[in-house]
């Protein structure tokens, strides 16, 4: 049964930094492509950043240069490094296992990022 757990969400203002973690079981990590997405009140889920198997990154024009993916295949584990943080970027943050930024699994729970302006 495959399982991914988000963390690391919280309320931050803007300007400041937060780490969202993604720890997966039920799947072989490290031969999975790992994404993040985000989810606004009233918006459709959208593809935030990317990892390959060999760590390549890949990120939306929105979070480019403020965001950086990485990932812990002993830990199983995905990791969101947010930095300079809008109110626009405000959200529900979930991850995920997929090429081409289509979703493999079963969402988690994802966790809330709330910027204050």
């Known amino acids: 049964q495959v399982q991914l757990e988000e963390s690391g969400g919280g309320l931050v203002q803007a300007g400041g930094s937060l780490r969202l973690s993604c720890e997966a079981s039920?799947?072989?990590?490290?031969?999975?492509?790992m994404n993040w997405y985000r989810q606004a009140p009233g918006k459709q889920r959208d593809l935030v950043a990317t990892i390959t198997v060999s760590s390549s990154t890949n990120y939306a024009d929105s979070v480019k240069g403020r965001f950086t993916i990485s990932r812990d295949n002993a830990k199983n584990t995905v990791y969101l490094q947010m930095n300079s943080l809008k109110p626009e970027d405000t959200a529900v943050y979930y991850c995920?296992?997929?090429?081409?930024?289509?979703?493999?699994?079963?969402w988690g729970q994802g966790t809330q990022v709330t910027v204050s302006s």
């Open positions: 995920n296992g997929g090429r081409f930024g289509a979703p493999s699994y079963t």
């Open positions: 039920g799947i072989t990590f490290r031969f999975n492509i």
